[in-house]
């Protein structure tokens, strides 16, 4: 009687135990599509921005800057990449340094990488896979960007979802993080200057990057 109620137990057990195995399977299989798909629907609209005529026209170009600008924003969180470059520290920001460093972060980031997209030559995007955390509150989506002269550049982004919807917060490149290749300067930064001196500093890379960039 003992050992049949054991073996009930056990089966119960077992069983209840592959349905969580599976529903969590299920779950993280899930969060990795929703991310996936997010990121392609963005990344498409992007390069078909790339591609459209109006871009090709220097008259016309910013109004298509402009719109990928707003096409980045919608899946870019970057408050969220503001506080992981910055680590620990962040949380010692008042209300007023938080925004003027996202605000100089982003500046930084467009100047760096979104200023740089009129050199597109019909790049493409090949998606690998994703890998999920095992709560499937994270996804790492993994692609491979083309390029011209048959070169192939590993890009993943890291993503979480937020108010509804899968952002990014942080891009691998070549398996360099972006977040935590700022932290390693923005920490540096901060053991000997001000919130403020940063936030400065950053403007002003951004300004000449810019300058650099419009110098070509």
Request: charged share 25%; hydrophobic share 40%; with cysteine.
């Amino acid at each position: 009687m003992i050992v049949h109620r054991l073996l009930r137990v056990l089966c119960v057990f077992g069983f209840f135990t592959l349905m969580c195995a599976a529903s969590l399977g299920a779950a993280q299989d899930d969060a990795g599509g929703q991310a996936r798909r997010a990121l392609e629907v963005r990344v498409n609209n992007i390069f078909a921005i790339l591609q459209h005529p109006g871009f090709a026209d220097k008259a016309s170009r910013p109004e298509y800057r402009m719109k990928i600008e707003e096409e980045v924003a919608t899946f870019f969180d970057f408050a969220e990449f503001s506080s992981r470059t910055v680590g620990p520290r962040w949380n010692s920001f008042t209300p007023e340094q938080s925004r003027n460093f996202i605000e100089a972060f982003k500046s930084l980031l467009k100047a760096t990488y979104l200023d740089r997209v009129d050199g597109y030559s019909g790049e493409k995007v090949t998606y690998l896979g994703e890998q999920v955390s095992a709560k499937g509150d994270r996804v790492e989506v993994r692609t491979t960007l083309s390029m011209k002269g048959n070169k192939v550049m590993p890009v993943n982004y890291r993503m979480l979802p937020k108010n509804g919807k899968w952002v990014v917060y942080d891009v691998i490149i070549e398996n360099i993080s972006l977040v935590m290749n700022y932290r390693t300067q923005f920490q540096e930064l901060l053991l000997k200057d001000s919130p403020e001196a940063l936030i400065a500093r950053i403007l002003d890379q951004a300004r000449k990057t810019r300058e650099g960039i419009d110098a070509h």
